[in-house]
């Protein structure tokens, strides 16, 4: 509960950095969820984290493990590089690595390090294509320049999609 009010009040970048995870220039943070060990994660530059993404860098079911050394721990460092774009309700693992421009989609569950200029989704989080191609197909969306109007609904309405994505007994189709 302090840790959203904290959120609310700082604002995801300050509310992270004062957690202890590093986080670098031009990020939107947008969760609250770093874990118990924040400083074990590092945030790269122009980054956006969305809502509810889970920062998770220990594994608890060590404790399953006890003999005459005692319970078992992990933890382990989580990166995320330059220029990505982590999706709404993600989970990043420990250990993982996030390479520069990756777009990981949203309810991703992240459990192996994905390499620089990825796309991945899924549970588990598989690779989709490379991060240019998603940049190309991007491109022909409706443009900032394009919207038109007072308020940000009005902005909005004026370029949105019209028709729904409609899924059929054979297969997923677009109907417009």
Same mark, same amino acid.
């Given at each position: @509960? +302090?840790?959203? +009010? @904290?959120?609310?009040? +700082?604002?995801?970048?300050?509310?992270?950095?004062?957690k !202890?995870?590093?986080v670098? /220039? *031009?990020?939107?943070?947008?969760?609250?969820?770093?874990g118990? /060990?924040?400083?074990?994660?590092?945030?790269?530059?122009?980054?956006?984290?969305?809502?509810?993404?889970?920062?998770?860098n220990?594994?608890?079911?060590?404790?399953?493990? &006890?003999? #005459?050394? !005692?319970?078992?721990?992990?933890?382990?460092?989580? &990166?995320? !590089?330059d *220029?990505?774009?982590?999706?709404? *309700?993600?989970?990043? @693992?420990?250990?993982?690595?996030?390479?520069?421009?990756?777009?990981? !989609?949203?309810?991703?569950?992240?459990? $192996?390090?994905?390499?620089?200029?990825?796309?991945?989704?899924?549970?588990?989080?598989?690779?989709?294509?490379?991060?240019?191609?998603f940049?190309? $197909?991007?491109?022909?969306?409706?443009? #900032?320049?394009?919207?038109? *109007? /007072?308020?940000?609904?009005?902005?909005?309405?004026?370029? +949105? #999609? #019209?028709?729904?994505?409609?899924?059929?007994?054979?297969?997923v189709?677009?109907?417009?």
């Amino acid at each position: @509960m +302090l840790d959203k +009010l @904290m959120y609310r009040i +700082l604002g995801g970048v300050a509310f992270a950095r004062r957690k !202890g995870a590093t986080v670098g /220039e *031009g990020c939107r943070i947008l969760t609250s969820r770093f874990g118990s /060990e924040p400083w074990l994660i590092s945030i790269g530059s122009r980054v956006t984290v969305s809502s509810d993404v889970v920062f998770v860098n220990h594994d608890g079911s060590g404790w399953l493990v &006890s003999d #005459e050394k !005692g319970r078992r721990y992990r933890y382990a460092r989580i &990166s995320v !590089g330059d *220029g990505c774009f982590i999706g709404a *309700g993600s989970m990043i @693992m420990p250990g993982v690595r996030i390479g520069s421009r990756c777009v990981v !989609g949203a309810g991703s569950v992240v459990t $192996k390090s994905i390499p620089s200029g990825s796309v991945v989704a899924g549970n588990p989080a598989k690779y989709i294509c490379e991060y240019d191609d998603f940049v190309d $197909k991007v491109r022909g969306w409706r443009a #900032e320049v394009e919207m038109s *109007g /007072e308020t940000r609904r009005q902005r909005v309405d004026s370029i +949105l #999609e #019209e028709g729904y994505k409609m899924e059929l007994r054979k297969g997923v189709s677009d109907v417009s």
